[in-house]
Protein backbone atom coordinates (compact mmCIF):
# COMPACT_ATOMS: atom_id res chain seq x y z
CA UNK A 1 0.00 0.00 0.00
CA UNK A 2 1.06 3.17 -0.78
CA UNK A 3 -0.14 7.36 0.19
CA UNK A 4 1.99 9.43 -2.18
CA UNK A 5 1.43 13.33 -1.53
CA UNK A 6 1.46 16.14 -4.24
CA UNK A 7 4.64 18.72 -3.12
CA UNK A 8 4.63 21.61 -1.20
CA UNK A 9 2.85 24.91 -1.11
CA UNK A 10 3.13 27.95 -0.16
CA UNK A 11 0.14 30.62 -0.21
CA UNK A 12 -0.58 34.21 0.93
CA UNK A 13 -2.99 34.64 4.41
CA UNK A 14 -7.07 34.44 2.87
CA UNK A 15 -5.75 31.94 -0.12
CA UNK A 16 -6.68 28.36 -0.51
CA UNK A 17 -4.88 25.23 -0.90
CA UNK A 18 -6.08 21.64 -2.17
CA UNK A 19 -3.77 18.83 -1.35
CA UNK A 20 -3.47 15.65 -3.21
CA UNK A 21 -2.89 12.12 -2.11
CA UNK A 22 -2.92 9.49 -4.63
CA UNK A 23 -3.44 5.55 -3.14
CA UNK A 24 -2.32 2.56 -4.90
CA UNK A 25 -1.69 -1.10 -3.74
CA UNK A 26 -5.66 -1.71 -2.31
CA UNK A 27 -8.78 -1.08 -3.70
CA UNK A 28 -9.44 2.52 -2.99
CA UNK A 29 -12.95 2.58 -2.33
CA UNK A 30 -12.63 -0.15 0.46
CA UNK A 31 -12.04 2.09 2.75
CA UNK A 32 -11.63 5.70 4.60
CA UNK A 33 -8.88 7.98 3.92
CA UNK A 34 -7.91 10.17 7.05
CA UNK A 35 -6.65 13.52 6.83
CA UNK A 36 -4.20 14.63 9.56
CA UNK A 37 -1.67 18.00 10.52
CA UNK A 38 1.23 18.73 12.31
CA UNK A 39 2.33 21.96 12.86
CA UNK A 40 5.67 22.61 13.80
CA UNK A 41 6.41 21.59 17.43
CA UNK A 42 2.70 20.38 17.94
CA UNK A 43 1.46 16.75 18.08
CA UNK A 44 -0.45 15.07 15.13
CA UNK A 45 -4.45 16.98 14.90
CA UNK A 46 -6.98 15.06 13.01
CA UNK A 47 -8.81 16.93 10.47
CA UNK A 48 -11.55 14.13 9.52
CA UNK A 49 -12.48 11.59 6.89
CA UNK A 50 -13.71 10.19 3.63
CA UNK A 51 -15.23 7.16 2.88
CA UNK A 52 -14.29 7.50 -1.16
CA UNK A 53 -17.03 5.31 -2.13
CA UNK A 54 -19.41 7.51 -1.80
CA UNK A 55 -17.85 10.96 -0.98
CA UNK A 56 -19.65 10.65 2.81
CA UNK A 57 -17.07 12.88 4.86
CA UNK A 58 -17.02 13.53 8.42
CA UNK A 59 -14.90 16.85 9.63
CA UNK A 60 -13.21 17.55 13.21
CA UNK A 61 -15.69 20.69 14.12
CA UNK A 62 -11.86 23.13 14.24
CA UNK A 63 -11.81 22.67 10.05
CA UNK A 64 -15.65 21.73 9.18
CA UNK A 65 -15.96 25.29 8.19
CA UNK A 66 -12.91 25.75 6.08
CA UNK A 67 -12.13 22.28 4.30
CA UNK A 68 -13.49 19.67 2.01
CA UNK A 69 -12.54 16.30 1.23
CA UNK A 70 -12.70 14.91 -1.98
CA UNK A 71 -12.04 11.63 -3.72
CA UNK A 72 -11.56 10.88 -7.36
CA UNK A 73 -12.23 7.34 -7.63
CA UNK A 74 -11.06 7.27 -11.43
CA UNK A 75 -7.21 7.73 -10.15
CA UNK A 76 -7.63 6.82 -6.54
CA UNK A 77 -7.13 10.02 -5.31
CA UNK A 78 -8.43 12.12 -2.55
CA UNK A 79 -7.71 15.46 -2.16
CA UNK A 80 -8.29 18.10 0.94
CA UNK A 81 -8.86 21.60 0.76
CA UNK A 82 -8.55 24.17 3.16
CA UNK A 83 -9.62 27.93 2.67
CA UNK A 84 -9.23 30.99 4.03
CA UNK A 85 -5.57 30.48 5.26
CA UNK A 86 -3.92 31.66 8.31
CA UNK A 87 -0.49 31.60 9.23
CA UNK A 88 -1.45 29.20 12.06
CA UNK A 89 -2.11 26.74 9.43
CA UNK A 90 1.20 26.31 8.46
CA UNK A 91 1.78 22.40 9.10
CA UNK A 92 2.96 18.92 7.08
CA UNK A 93 -0.42 17.57 6.09
CA UNK A 94 -0.82 13.87 6.20
CA UNK A 95 -3.18 11.71 4.19
CA UNK A 96 -3.68 7.93 6.13
CA UNK A 97 -5.26 4.81 5.27
CA UNK A 98 -6.27 3.34 9.04
CA UNK A 99 -7.28 0.48 7.74
CA UNK A 100 -3.53 -0.52 6.37
CA UNK A 101 -1.78 2.31 9.30
CA UNK A 102 0.23 3.81 5.59
CA UNK A 103 0.83 7.42 5.49
CA UNK A 104 1.79 9.57 2.91
CA UNK A 105 5.13 11.40 3.05
CA UNK A 106 3.43 14.58 3.97
CA UNK A 107 3.29 17.80 2.19
CA UNK A 108 4.21 21.52 4.19
CA UNK A 109 2.05 24.09 3.56
CA UNK A 110 3.16 27.53 4.54
CA UNK A 111 0.93 29.98 4.80
CA UNK A 112 2.94 33.69 4.73
CA UNK A 113 3.08 37.14 3.81
Known amino acids: VQMVQSGAELRNPGASVKVSCKASGYMFTSYDIDWVRQAPGQGHEWMGRIDPIDGGTKYAQKFQDRVTFTADTSTSTAYVELTSLRSDDTAMYYC???????WGQGTQVTVSS
Open 96 to 102: NAPRFAS
